[in-house]
């Protein structure tokens, strides 16, 4: 009859782990199931009658010679399996030593990360003091030495801050779980003295849940970062040629200036469902707009940004229009954000309102400015019913455009326009697009 097997994730109690890998063994043993093979990624186990095995592990910087497993061999204990350079040895003598003693090598590595802990907490108190200082330094020269220098400073160096505290935090409760592991240690010791210490004191159950734990938290941060780092979460689209401002929350070219409007640059064909794909995946046909917008091949399309932990919608429209009869060329980028918190929109719009006063983009849609040596003007204009408004005109040596920021609530959109419509109008429409999504 075929002996059967089953195999169990080795990940889960690596041999490293040399104490709780050997309890981990002489209890499947207690159960029944008998440590037979190692592979790259699981354990292979037999089942059989359960009994009392003792197990020792080794993981040895080198492979152990035909002389020493003789010698381990004369002592007792045979071997059972090995994987490279990782070695499992039984018996079932309860009576002969301990074959490699993990307690007293798992006690002095928690001994010496104790002492390297307390070392950095012994540091002087000065120490973290100079390194917030620093950044704070610079951030109060890069201000300016005024009356409000010293809050705009601390909340540019404020995530510095978090980061030094948290430090001190992870360091203090780091020594609490070494010393409580310590003592542990030091009573599975006093037990082994007395003759009273076995594997059934070792807790592999633990060490074996946190490590699922952990691989399962590393995993879902890994599927996340792929998800958005790789753009999954967004799908791209043709601009259409009428929409209402409550299917897409963004202000379009032809709803500002009357004129017989068409796209400009290099034309997109709209008889199929993306850009250059006509079988694609969404992905596909995302990353295939997404390489268009790069290397500036198309100015006209949109993106819409699903499944965001801050907002429960962000839309990108981009516009480069050409007026029919004469010619004049347009340009228009709204970035739109409806944030599940009003006080979100709030710091993003204090956040954006800085960047609006101090710096811009040098190419938007399809025309080209030199923003070298631009000038910003911060334009005084009524905000009527929105919450906030900051409206920058940027002049560069090949024209002007506007640079406006408006928010209503926890909705927020900015748009940077190239054209010659009045202020007062674009913020009528922007408020139009906030109510739009409000009804």
């Known amino acids: 009859m075929a002996v059967k097997r089953i195999k169990q994730l080795k990940k889960q109690m690596p041999l490293r782990d040399g104490l709780r890998a050997q309890a981990y063994f002489g209890d499947m043993a207690r159960r029944g199931l008998f440590l037979d093979e190692i592979g790259q990624w699981y354990y ?51 009576t002969i030593p301990d074959l490699y003693d993990h307690l007293e090598i798992e006690r002095l590595e928690v001994e010496r990360q104790i002492l390297a802990t307390e070392t950095y907490g012994k540091k002087p108190d000065w120490f973290p003091m100079v390194m917030i200082l620093i950044p704070l330094v610079f951030a109060l020269y890069s201000k300016g030495l005024k009356s409000e220098s010293l809050l705009l400073a601390v909340k540019e160096v404020w995530h510095w801050i978090a ?57 879902v941060l890994l599927c996340i970062a792929a998800y958005y780092g790789c753009n999954m979460n967004e799908k791209a689209f043709d601009m259409p040629e009428k929409v209402s401002y409550a299917e897409l929350p963004v202000v ?49 399309y949109g993106v819409e940004y ?39 929109a709030e ?41 906030e408004v900051i409206v920058c005109k940027i002049i560069g040596e090949k024209g002007e455009r506007l640079q406006i920021l408006a928010r209503e609530g926890s909705q927020l959109m900015e748009m940077k326009y190239k054209g010659n419509v009045d202020v007062e ?6 408020n139009r697009v906030f109510v739009s999504q409000t009804e």
Request: proline share 2%.
């Open 347 to 387: 710091r993003k719009f204090e956040k954006m309102t800085e960047n609006v006063k101090q710096r811009g983009s040098g190419i938007y849609s399809g025309v080209e400015l030199d923003w070298t040596d631009a000038k910003r003007e911060i334009l005084d204009v009524p905000k009527g019913t929105l919450d």
């Open 163 to 219: 980061i030094f505290l948290l430090g001190f935090v992870f360091n203090y409760f780091s020594r609490k779980r070494l010393k409580r592991k310590k003592a542990e240690l030091e009573e599975q010791r006093q037990l082994r003295e007395e003759g009273r210490w076995d594997d059934r004191n070792v807790d592999w159950h633990g060490k074996r849940m946190r490590n699922t734990m952990v691989l399962g938290v590393v995993a």
């Open 44 to 94: 292979y186990f037999r089942e059989g009658e359960p009994k009392e095995i003792r197990y020792a592990t080794q993981v040895f910087s080198d492979y152990p010679t035909k002389e020493e497993l003789e010698e381990i061999k004369a002592k007792g204990w045979q071997l059972v399996c090995r994987w490279d350079k990782e070695y499992v040895f039984s018996t079932e003598d309860m």
């Open 306 to 344: 699903q499944n965001l932990p801050v907002a429960s919608r962000k839309v990108y429209m981009t516009q480069y229009m050409e007026e029919e009869n004469t010619g004049e060329l347009t340009g228009l980028q709204t970035q739109y954000w409806n944030y599940r918190l009003e006080l979100l």
């Open 425 to 430: 109008k674009i913020l009528l429409e922007i």
């Open 252 to 300: 379009r070219v032809e709803e500002l200036q009357e004129g017989d409007w068409k796209r400009a640059g290099e034309p997109v064909d709209l008889s199929r469902e993306g850009f250059g794909i006509r079988n694609g995946t969404d992905f596909q046909k995302n990353n295939e707009y997404r390489d268009a917008k790069f290397w500036s091949r198309i100015q006209n």
